[in-house]
């Protein structure tokens, strides 16, 4: 398997535009998790799904932010209208059921999105 | 309160040094990763150690669950040892994803 593919790798955008990130998860998988990187909040998990539902969306900041999964092997994260201070790396990660037996969560390589 | 600690926060390291990196955390846990986040931002995983001891090539791993700390062991370190390491952890009653330490930040010079 290739692993967590995200696209795009870098995103340079204007403040108010729409951006949309995309991640497809290593097969057969069961969960999908959107992570924000930034220096002042290092990783923080901003939604999770489980078989294509969401199951936790407290970490997503504003409304602005809305994530989908419309089938097992892509997601999208949406930040509309985007602003400076959404400025980070943003990574999409992949596992089995967390927590039973041998099911280690893999990282995508990030998108590292720059709003001016 | 703080779940997941990490120390020291910065080290830097002569090459062929060895080195320990230590994680607490607040709860017991059902997963404990480490990875290491490289110069190009890529976090790459190191161990899946929820409990007990692994080792890879110069790196092992010890995690003493009971005692709610893991740690991390660099041993003769190279200059592609350089990056930011973090642990992270799923707590037995905080969900299902991992939540990360603030991380340690190696430095190896030659």
């Known amino acids: 398997d290739a692993g967590v593919i995200q696209s795009p790798r870098h995103e340079v955008t204007e403040m108010g535009q729409e951006v949309t990130l995309r991640c497809k998860p290593i097969?057969?998988?069961?969960?999908l998790f959107w992570y924000r990187q930034t220096m002042m909040r290092g990783l923080e998990l901003l939604i999770y799904?489980?078989?294509?539902?969401?199951?936790?969306d407290s970490g997503m900041p504003e409304d602005r932010f809305s994530a989908k999964m419309p089938n097992a092997s892509f997601s999208t994260l949406k930040i509309q209208p985007s602003e400076p201070r959404d400025s980070a790396v943003y990574f999409c990660?992949?596992?089995?059921?967390?927590?039973?037996?041998?099911?280690?969560?893999?990282f995508g390589q990030g998108t590292r999105l720059t709003v001016v | 309160g703080i779940q997941v600690e990490q120390s020291p926060p910065d080290l830097i390291l002569q090459e062929g040094a060895n080195s320990t990196l230590r994680c607490n955390f607040s709860d017991s846990v059902n997963n404990l990763q480490w990875f290491h986040q490289n110069p190009w931002g890529q976090l790459i995983n190191l161990f899946y150690i929820p409990s007990g001891t692994k080792q890879n090539g110069r790196l092992s791993a010890t995690t003493v669950a009971t005692e709610r700390y893991s740690l991390l062991y660099i041993s003769s370190s190279q200059t592609t040892d350089s990056g930011v390491y973090f642990c992270a952890v799923i707590l037995n009653q905080a969900g299902t994803a991992l939540i990360f330490g603030k991380g340690t930040t190696l430095s190896v010079s030659s």
């Open positions: 097969s057969g998988h069961d969960y």
């Open positions: 799904f489980n078989n294509n539902v969401p199951i936790d």
């Open positions: 990660a992949s596992s089995l059921v967390p927590g039973l037996g041998d099911t280690e969560a893999f």
